[in-house]
């Protein structure tokens, strides 16, 4: 019997260091683990702010058009487009689209949706006279505040001056022909916009 006792007795020590181990390890493994989650859920919330603002600026997909004196004009596209009330007039706020809106001599018209979701639209509203008409892209929220607007057609009798408008791959392409620029390199000028994250059309 009293020759047990060293066996019993490093067995005993065995367990200890054993037990001492596990829990360094453990330990080591906690704090590893309390070091690189945040990493883990600060790239985790950076993807999905990164994934918000990319569906933000993709998913708005406008309609493909194009405005120039045939489509406006000789189809007949906006005298038969729908003509705005002098209520309506108000409610897409012509006075701040239009410098000359005077309320009484013209004759405005919704002429194209362009896009539409549950925060803001995009439509074309043209006014109509016997020698210049223009159509204006407007951006609004839904409570009708106009967030944004680009001249984007005009023709007028005397023909100096012209404003064509392409809308395709949710890029708007506006070419302004004016024969009166001072310099003969701005008589023709092409310009790009889109349409922002933000609701402004902004020049590329």
């Known amino acids: 019997m009293p020759q047990s006792k060293p066996y019993n007795n490093f067995t005993f020590n065995s367990i200890i260091?054993?037990?001492?181990?596990?829990?360094i390890v453990t330990l080591g493994i906690v704090l590893t683990s309390c070091t690189t989650n945040p990493e883990v859920e600060t790239?985790?919330?950076?993807?999905?702010?990164?994934?918000?603002t990319t569906e933000n600026s993709t998913s708005r997909n406008l309609k493909n058009l194009q405005l120039n004196y045939e489509t406006v004009i000789t189809s007949t596209g906006l005298t038969q487009s729908t003509l705005l009330t002098k209520e309506e007039e108000k409610i897409y706020s012509?006075?701040?689209?239009?410098?000359?809106?005077?309320?009484?001599?013209?004759?405005?018209?919704?002429f194209e949706t362009v896009f539409t979701d549950n925060k803001i639209k995009v439509i074309l509203l043209g006014r109509e006279y016997e020698?210049?008409?223009?159509?204006?892209?407007?951006?609004?929220?839904?409570?009708?505040?106009?967030?944004d607007t680009k001249e984007v057609y005009?023709?007028?009798?005397?023909?100096?001056?012209?404003?064509t408008s392409t809308i395709k791959?949710?890029?708007?392409?506006?070419?302004?022909?004016?024969d009166f620029a001072e310099n003969e390199n701005e008589k023709?000028?092409?310009?790009?916009?889109?349409?922002?994250?933000?609701?402004?059309l902004v020049k590329l």
């Not at 260091?17 to 829990?23: C, E, P, Q, T, V």
């Not at 919330?45 to 918000?52: G, L, Q, R, V």
């Not at 023709?188 to 922002?196: A, F």
């Open 17 to 23: 260091m054993f037990k001492l181990i596990l829990s």
């Open 188 to 200: 023709t000028v092409t310009e790009n916009y889109s349409l922002t994250a933000d609701n402004k």
């Open 94 to 110: 012509l006075n701040k689209i239009d410098v000359s809106y005077s309320g009484d001599n013209f004759i405005y018209h919704f």
């Open 131 to 147: 020698s210049e008409n223009c159509i204006w892209l407007c951006v609004f929220d839904k409570e009708h505040n106009l967030l």
């Open 169 to 178: 791959n949710n890029t708007i392409t506006i070419i302004t022909n004016n």
């Open 43 to 52: 790239n985790s919330e950076n993807k999905t702010n990164m994934d918000s």
């Open 154 to 163: 005009y023709d007028n009798a005397e023909g100096f001056k012209s404003v």
